[in-house]
């Protein structure tokens, strides 16, 4: 019966492990958005590199706009346009 019972809680607790989210660190580097530069500058259709890059680097976009060195690429009429073709709005912060 003991046996039994600790092999059930052992199930439980790998079920539980198994369905638990994982933790992805994001590292917010506006060189990750590289795929999307001919798209920014030269108002070409994003690839599709780009809007998965833009997808993951979403949460970091306030943080580009707050730096003055950013700020004018990710306000720009462009920017907004592959945003929009990628499915991510522009940030509002």
Known sequence: MKTSLLST?????????????????????????????????YSLPPSDACCSKLKEQKPCLCQYQKDPSLHGYVNSKNSKKVGTACGVPAPSC
């Open 9 to 41: 809680f052992f199930l439980l607790f790998l079920m539980l492990l198994s369905t638990s989210p994982s933790v992805v660190s994001l590292t917010c580097k506006p060189t990750e958005l590289a795929p999307c530069a001919a798209a920014i500058l």
